[in-house]
């Protein structure tokens, strides 16, 4: 089960505590995104089989529509399972999960959701050539 009411928080945590250091900051960012994939994978705690079983049914589900698949064979165009699971890293995930959420919900991605994600693929892959 994907837990589609989860809002994912940890790119917002500058925001909220822009008083704290840098590698606060930074602390606080990771434990709030592992937080957020455990929310979103309805973990209390990492459990590898079971994220696993729910990426691939993810991938199974909706890798074929949009903006995942376009997302997914940027990142890494020969291997479309591995570009998908790399959209769930720190860089791409609360874009992914608000994608997924929306395409379970309605079966489509609005441009406000979908363009974000792919202005970020496309930026990084600029970088990496």
Aim: charged letters at 20%; one cysteine or more; hydrophobic letters at 35%.
């Amino acid at each position: 089960m994907y837990n589609i009411k989860h809002r994912c928080s940890y790119q917002n945590v500058r925001s909220v505590h822009n008083s704290y250091s840098e590698e606060e900051l930074q602390t606080l960012e990771n434990c709030q995104y592992r937080n957020d994939v455990l929310s979103a994978f309805v973990q209390k705690s990492y459990n590898d089989s079971d994220v696993n079983k729910m990426m691939k049914y993810l991938f199974d589900s909706y890798c074929n529509k949009e903006p995942i698949s376009a997302s997914a064979s940027i990142i890494c165009p020969s291997d479309l399972y591995l570009g998908f699971c790399l959209l769930f890293s720190y860089d791409y995930f609360y874009m992914t999960h608000a994608c997924i959420c929306s395409l379970i919900e309605e079966g489509i991605v609005p441009t406000d959701l979908s363009q974000p994600l792919l202005n970020a693929v496309k930026f990084e892959e600029r970088l990496i050539v």
